[in-house]
């Protein structure tokens, strides 16, 4: 291999495995969303060993994205999930139809730029990028008429825990800016009053 890309390949691993920001210790709580605290993770792919529930349930790799949505709906609803692995990008099943219960996290899976709005506590999926093959997955903290609030955990060392994205309604279809896959929420939530 030549040097030029070693020197890459180990900048990419400091960059995405190391604290870089010395104001915050990994583990430092950032925010809180209905109770549930947000913890700092440091550097994005940074692991810190396995979280389970006292009865052992897996809520996934300590402070990363799927650990705060995995502890949030275990903690503010009891939701625990069939399948317990997976990374951010398999939380979406692209095999499971618009509003039809994705089994392997038995929660209702909506599609992008469909004609159901996110609505506050749905987790929402991102797609993977380039410089993060895992994608990324968050909470619905906010819904507007033009964009909507998430609350997520791990952004990166100077990321931060609450984020505005676009929300697009056009023709009865509504598309979350962001490289959105879609949303996912408990069966039988009824959406919140006007």
């Known amino acids: 291999m030549p040097a ?3 020197v890459a390949a180990g900048g990419y691993w400091g960059a995405t495995h190391l604290n870089l920001n010395p104001g915050l210790e990994v583990g430092a709580v950032l925010d809180e969303f209905n109770g ?7 550097g994005v792919n940074h692991s810190d060993g396995r979280l389970l529930s006292s009865d052992g349930y897996n809520l996934g790799i300590k ?7 995995k502890r949030y709906y275990f903690e503010r609803f009891g939701h625990r999930m069939p399948d317990p692995y997976g990374n951010a990008k398999d939380y ?9 219960l994705n089994a392997r996290r038995n929660l209702l899976q909506y599609r992008n730029a469909q004609a159901d709005r996110p609505r506050v506590e749905d987790l929402i999926v991102f797609k993977p990028t380039l410089l993060n ?3 990324h997955v968050a909470i619905v903290s906010g819904v507007g008429e033009k964009d909507i609030e998430i609350v997520q955990q791990n952004p990166g060392p100077f990321g931060d825990s609450r984020a505005r994205l676009a929300l697009d309604g056009v023709d009865g279809r509504w598309t979350v800016a962001g490289g959105t896959l ?3 929420r408990r ?4 959406p919140a009053a006007p």
Not at 36 to 42: D, E
Not at 63 to 68: H, L, M, P
């Open 36 to 42: 549930v605290k947000v913890y700092y993770n440091g």
């Open 4 to 6: 030029a890309a070693l």
């Open 187 to 190: 069966a039988g939530d009824k």
């Open 63 to 69: 402070y990363q994205c799927v650990e705060f949505i």
């Open 92 to 100: 979406f099943d692209r095999d499971t139809a618009h509003g039809v």
């Open 133 to 135: 093959p895992y994608g």
């Open 182 to 184: 879609g949303w996912l």
